[in-house]
């Protein structure tokens, strides 16, 4: 063997050198990355092949090598995406056209499709007239509601907080139960029975219910489908109920769209005077029941705010996208709609086979967080709204975000579904978040953390290793079944919101949240935050360096005497090119 060669590039010819190594039977794709184990890197640059099904026996002559070339050899499974694609590329690119944003896989330099050996990114895709009709549905501009303002709220207000899974589903529906005369939802998903029922039964005596909704692919708890929920409502409501699908991209109810991959929203307005807010959407995974718990139950954040102000802000906007949905209700061509349910199907049945038959039934986890409600609170709030601009068009989302995190002075917790790797070297709403985060992480003043999702976040985390400049791996855990989108800010400021870290989820979609300035709030969420950090391990554990309350032991060593934090900062970032803020 020879001696090891490092970089992608490197790794690269490597590849090229040896392909006929990689033409074995179920392999898929072959590239360079980082070699994982256990869900953890191991600090080696590696060969990553991708294969149909991880298998515990293989013939002798198919087994994939060890190393090539002193390279690892990092044998992965294919996600259902991946086989798909190899299998049937035309219903793929259906499939990620009309799917789930956390399903779409990175683009990874250097990826080689098997066994041709041809690059990944050059494979035409195949045309097809449900790819022609998304790719040309007509767009209508954004306009925010006329007359509402996201400025802060600062009055005497109730907030009761909750998390899930421990007491969510609960605390949803004491909100739901005290409402006297309406609610006004924006939602992704509503595909919960036991929520559905609720819904029901709540509204049978006389109250009304305004609705917009997504139509995203079905959630694989789902006890109905989104368009069952909404005629389940109007069979019973009847003319109490008004509903508009949303104006997004991938939806087939309507003819044309504002939001390119989601209305992604999850807020209820309860009679024009309070609001639940969430990271969760009325599915049976992110409000999971205890009485019959799914297989899966996420780590969601949630907060009820009683304030008419507060309420009107999101009502405001929520039936402004009403009205202008309102004019675009009309059904795709059934060819289009057929196409894409035969793709969503294709893709459901690609999906990784259970480990084991014969599981044992899940059972409910004990709850370790209970309910909190903060009487006579006096917090500062801000609603966050994408994608309503400033004045100056800079995003309200990403201009309220990156001021939080350049306030940090002690800490930074963060915990997302996933953080997508911006495309390109040009700077950009995503990169410029990341790139805060990371001045943070180099400073070593403010102790940074970071929880991504396990099933969505490992892909982009792995890719983020090759990115020095944006790279959090060393302060990042991974944790199943992550769907939150929370921020903790100097145990003084947290923010509960449905933002995922992707281009469109801070810029282009409809997402809602809330900055809540209140150091009891945040703690809150700060005691969850530090039980989920507690029980997983380092994603990049060769990166951890020793640490005296938070703060890097090499940085307090280095650091120069008489001088701020924030004057550190700003000469680290002059010397760098950055703009001091």
């Known amino acids: 063997m020879s001696k090891k060669k490092t970089g992608s590039t490197n790794i690269s010819s490597v590849i090229r050198k040896h392909l006929d190594a990689f033409r074995k039977p179920g392999v898929l794709t072959v590239r360079p990355g980082y070699e994982i184990r256990e869900h953890q890197l191991t600090g080696k640059e590696a060969i990553v092949a991708t294969v149909h099904t991880k298998k515990k026996t293989v013939a002798r002559q198919d087994l994939l090598p060890n190393t090539v070339d002193g390279v690892p050899v990092d044998v992965r499974e294919a996600t259902p995406f991946q086989r798909l694609r190899a299998a049937d590329p035309g219903s793929a690119a259906i499939a990620k056209a009309y799917g789930r944003q956390e399903l779409n ?8 499709e098997m066994p041709s050996g041809k690059p990944l990114v050059s494979k035409p895709v195949p045309s097809h007239i449900a790819l022609d009709a998304h790719a040309n549905k007509p767009q209508v501009p954004y306009t925010p509601a006329p007359g509402a303002s996201l400025v802060p709220v600062e009055d005497t207000m109730t907030i009761t907080t909750a998390v899930s899974p421990d007491c969510a589903l609960d605390t949803l529906d004491n909100f739901l139960a005290t409402s006297k005369s309406s609610l006004v939802i924006g939602m992704y998903d509503f595909t919960s029975g036991p929520i559905l029922t609720t819904f029901e039964n709540l509204l049978k005596s006389g109250r009304t219910l305004q609705m917009v909704l997504d139509n995203p692919p079905l959630n694989p708890t789902a006890n109905q489908s989104d368009p069952e929920t909404m005629h389940a409502l109007q069979g019973e409501l009847g003319a109490r109920f008004q509903f508009e699908w949303a104006l997004e991209r991938n939806d087939g109810h309507v003819s044309a769209w504002v939001f390119p991959s989601a209305y992604h929203i999850k807020v209820i307005v309860r009679d024009g005077s309070a609001v639940w807010l969430s990271s ?8 999971p029941d205890f009485d019959a718990p799914p297989k899966t139950e996420d780590r969601d954040w949630h907060v009820i705010v009683e304030n008419q102000n507060v309420a009107k802000t999101f009502s405001a906007f929520i039936q402004h996208d009403f009205q202008v949905a309102s004019g675009h209700q009309a059904e795709a061509p059934d060819v289009v709609q057929s196409a894409v349910r035969r793709s969503m199907l294709k893709l459901a049945d690609n999906t990784n086979p259970p480990p084991t038959p014969n599981l044992p039934l899940a059972v409910a986890p004990i709850p370790q967080f209970k309910p909190q409600t903060f009487q006579n609170a006096n917090p500062k709030i801000t609603p966050l709204l994408t994608p309503d601009s400033l004045p100056d068009g800079q995003g309200q989302y990403m201009s309220q975000m990156l001021a939080l995190i350049e306030s940090a002075k002690k800490s930074l917790d963060i915990q997302l579904q996933y953080i997508e790797v911006p495309k390109g070297d040009s700077p950009g709403d995503l990169k410029n978040l990341l790139l805060a985060v990371k001045a943070l992480v180099d400073d070593g003043v403010v102790q940074v953390r970071v929880i991504q999702s396990l099933q969505y976040g490992e892909k982009w985390a792995e890719q983020m290793r090759s990115m020095p400049d944006i790279d959090l791996t060393p302060v990042m855990k991974l944790q199943p079944n992550v ?14 919101s449905s933002q995922n870290w992707s281009g469109a989820g801070i810029r282009q979609n409809r997402d809602a949240g809330l900055i809540i300035e209140s150091p009891a709030i945040a703690q809150y969420f700060e005691s969850v935050f530090n039980s989920d950090w507690t029980k997983n391990k380092p994603f990049n554990p060769q990166a951890a360096a020793p640490t005296q309350r938070g703060v890097s032991v090499a940085r307090l060593r280095s650091r120069e005497p008489g001088t701020s934090t924030a004057k550190q900062r700003s000469t680290k970032r002059k010397r760098s090119g950055k703009p001091a803020r």
Request: glycine fraction near 10%.
């Open 105 to 112: 896989e990175p683009v990874w330099p250097g990826e080689l």
């Open 483 to 496: 769907h939150n989108k929370g921020f903790v800010i100097d145990s003084q400021t947290v923010v509960v």
């Open 280 to 287: 969760g959407n009325l599915n049976n995974s992110n409000e």
